[in-house]
């Protein structure tokens, strides 16, 4: 079911849990995560980079195949299709191809036109049924070419943002996308509590949820994280499987190189890293 995100982050973050963000790339990782989140009777985010939507062809493409992915696979568990990271542009072309939610990042703007632009954007998603998350003070790492320094977010500014009506809120507390380095002070509790007295009930994001403890993942959502995303490791787990499978010359033997069975170890290396994030967030049996 193709549904906003919402709902299933307001009632996340009442319940305690997180409900995850999953970035897919191409048909096997949309496939794995959809049948995990079914398998688990969670609600599930597929998050949508610029730079991925633009690998799949358009968000025209992904749109469908996630809506049609929903039909012929009886997913019934609540679905939203999320921009991630979106531009603005980005943002209208999401919400012309079909997407259940986007996600403006203003955050490299001022203050002031982050705040302008939020709030048009606030005002065409809600017509239109989607949800929109907002961001403030920038995520540290790389992502799809997009370079966040890793900055704690303002609280006051947090407020303001999410005074506009936002749906959720990514607040940078020193998180940064990909790996973790060795010498990372590990998120800032006291800037996520500060946001969280600000903001109220409004449900937080966590970006960059590869290779994050699992004790700061509980006090994080302690603290009213109520989404938390997750792209680098599946692409990890993706990888190592198969290379285990070529390194083994299961390619070369019978049929190994057939690409059913060439990306079925990758599939499943996805769906158990999803599955260990579900758990971890506690939004197992929540659909
Ligand atoms: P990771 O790649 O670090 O898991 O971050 C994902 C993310 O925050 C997507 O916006």
Sequence with gaps: MLVSAKEMLQKAREGKYAVGQFNINNLEWTKAVLLT????????????????????TGFGTVAAMVKAMIDELNITVPVALHLDHGTYDGCYKCIKAGFSSIMFDGSHYPIAENVEKTTEL???AHQLGLSIEAEVGSIGGEEDGVVGMGECADPDECKQIADLGV????AGIGNIHGKYPEN?????????????????????????????PEDMIKKAISLGVAKINVNTECQ????????????????QQGKGFDPRKL????????????????ELFGSANKA
């Design 37 to 56: 989140a079914q398998e688990m009777k969670s609600p599930v985010i597929l998050g949508v980079s610029e730079g991925a939507g633009k690998y799949m």
């Design 122 to 124: 606030v005002h065409v």
């Design 167 to 170: 749906d959720m809120l990514a």
């Design 184 to 212: 990372w002070t590990g998120l800032s509790f006291e800037t996520l509590a500060a946001v969280n007295e600000k903001v109220g009930d409004m449900p937080l994001v966590l970006h960059g949820g590869t290779g994050i």
């Design 236 to 251: 990890l787990s993706f990888a190592a499987a198969t290379r285990e499978y070529i390194e083994a010359g299961k390619d």
């Design 263 to 278: 990306l079925a170890p990758g599939a499943e290396a996805i769906k158990a890293t999803v599955r260990e994030k579900i």
